[in-house]
Nanobody, 126 residues
Framework: QVELRESGGGLVQPGDSLQLSCAAS????????VGWFRQVAGKEREFLGV????????????PYGNSVKDRVSISRDNAKNTAYLKLNSLKLEDTAVYYC???????????????WGQGTQVTVSS
């Protein structure tokens, strides 16, 4: 079983960039995918992107449906078994709890991920 731990959240100012980390431990096989989502209280979890472990292929979903498509990038450090989410030009509406999750498919659906991290709060405020 894979365990995930997000880090890097906190209070940031509008216009700043932020990089979140998702460290995977346990049974981390090469066939997994790691997705990033965020959630505002009272709203559905929003897909931000996913990276496939075996080849670092990334997918950011429908460009018309991804509200951060021009500002987000996902990467991975193979040696550290860690995925990263970088979000540029932060806006007040980026305030949310950010989650990473493990799946096996390239998908934007929360149903495609079986293990979730605890989430990390990002607050954008001046």
């Amino acid at each position: 079983q894979v365990e995930l731990r997000e880090s890097g959240g906190g209070l940031v100012q509008p216009g700043d960039s932020l990089q979140l980390s998702c460290a995977a431990s346990g049974q981390v096989y090469n066939d997994i995918t790691v997705g990033w989502f965020r959630q505002v209280a009272g709203k559905e979890r929003e897909f931000l992107g996913v990276i496939r472990w075996r080849d670092n292929y990334t997918y950011y979903g429908d460009p018309y449906g991804n509200s951060v498509k021009d500002r987000v990038s996902i990467s991975r450090d193979n040696a550290k078994n860690t995925a990263y989410l970088k979000l540029n030009s932060l806006k007040l509406e980026d305030t949310a709890v950010y989650y990473c999750a493990v799946g096996v498919d390239i998908t934007s659906s929360v149903l495609g991920y079986r293990t979730w991290g605890q989430g990390t709060q990002v607050t954008v405020s001046s």
